[in-house]
């Protein structure tokens, strides 16, 4: 089980919680997960990589209820792009028929495992 939180003298994220506590006891580690078609833009490289987390963890039996912590790796990171990533989870959301809400980081890079893919998203979760 996981439970979302926001502390007080946290800021509350519109888009994800500070904190998850799991109860759970079984851990899936999904690797990072990109846009293997390499879309041109961020958008939809952003949608793939999250559906292809969400397909991982419907392999081990979770779903993004279950997320403990992700991390999102942006290419050439400024925060102009932040309309396009949040465009691309909703797009995810309405795809698969739910959101992450758990922790996140999001953290700029110079490149990526080749020089086409914009994105990539690991995911830890947690279940019974």
């Known amino acids: 089980m996981i439970t979302l939180i926001n502390p007080d003298g946290l800021p509350e994220i519109d888009v994800y919680h500070q904190v998850a506590v799991a109860t759970g006891t079984k851990t899936i580690y999904v690797a990072g997960q990109v846009d293997w078609d390499a879309a041109p833009d961020l958008t939809t490289q952003v949608e793939r990589a999250y559906v292809n987390v969400h397909t991982a963890l ?59 893919h914009l994105v990539e998203i690991e995911a830890i979760a947690v279940i019974d």
């Open 58 to 116: 419907k392999a081990a039996g979770a779903t993004f209820a279950d997320l403990v912590k992700l991390t999102v790796y942006v290419v050439g990171w400024t925060p102009d792009k932040m309309p396009q990533l949040l465009d691309g989870i909703a797009k995810a959301a309405a795809r698969v028929g739910e959101t992450p809400r758990s922790p996140a980081s999001m953290i700029g890079v110079a490149t990526l495992d080749v020089p086409e």
